[in-house]
């Protein structure tokens, strides 16, 4: 099969500094590759990369076969690329119900009016309820996004990302600063994701990283280091080395 998404020499510097170093990536539809690597690695930069975000130095990304090494954040986003930060991206002032229609608008310019109320565009709302019924976010719609736990934000901001129906989905750290209990409701969202929804997911955490990948690749001064299964993964000595020989961080006992 073709993959989704390939890189081809992925580079980025920041002047003297090398951030992400000529990777080849792909990733096959329906894949769920999970991203590892300790701080710094060039993680969020490469996801940067793959969402327009940021442009490479050199190299190339190709989506569903195309090149979009040159395309606009919004192209992607259009052509089934979505993605949720490793920073919460709310508006903490609106409600849960506004910020659902202002991810919708954002998703789709043309099909809702950005020039009339929000709540008199029937197809807005009506988009946003089902968004929001679907992710089981329905029950907080009036509450006011800022005065959510942190928790139920994360949870609002992965269920904003499926907005554009994405047919690849980037998780930036999805659990970062989560209990265990909201971390393990994040592992099981994810999986059940279905195989049409192809998932790239950074993470630190090693419980959600073993819960949900396929395959896993560690990123190490913006190069690959290694990949492999999650059983590889775990056994892998370069992995325990950079880890810092944190059997806790490996899931280890
Ligand atoms: N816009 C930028 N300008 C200059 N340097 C940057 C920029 N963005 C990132 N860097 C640097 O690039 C390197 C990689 O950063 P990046 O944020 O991609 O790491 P990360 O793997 O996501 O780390 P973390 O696990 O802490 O989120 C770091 O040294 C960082 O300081
Ligand atoms: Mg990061």
Redesign the pocket.
Known sequence: MAPLLETNGLSVH??G?A?VRSVNLAIEPGERLALI??????????FNLLTGQLKPSSGKVFFKGQDITHASVFSRTHMGMSRSF?ITSLFPLQSVMVNAMIGLQGVEKSRYGFYRPMFKDKDLVKAAQELLESQELWDLRDEIVGSLAYGQQRKLEIGLSLASQPELLLLD?PSCGLTMVESADITKRIKALGSKITVLM?A?DMDLVFGVADRVVL?HY?EIACEGTCEEIRQNAMVREIYMGSRKQLGGK
């Open positions: 920041f002047g500094l951030a690597g300790p701080n710094g690695a060039g993680k969020t930069t490469f490793q750290e950074i630190h990123l913006g």
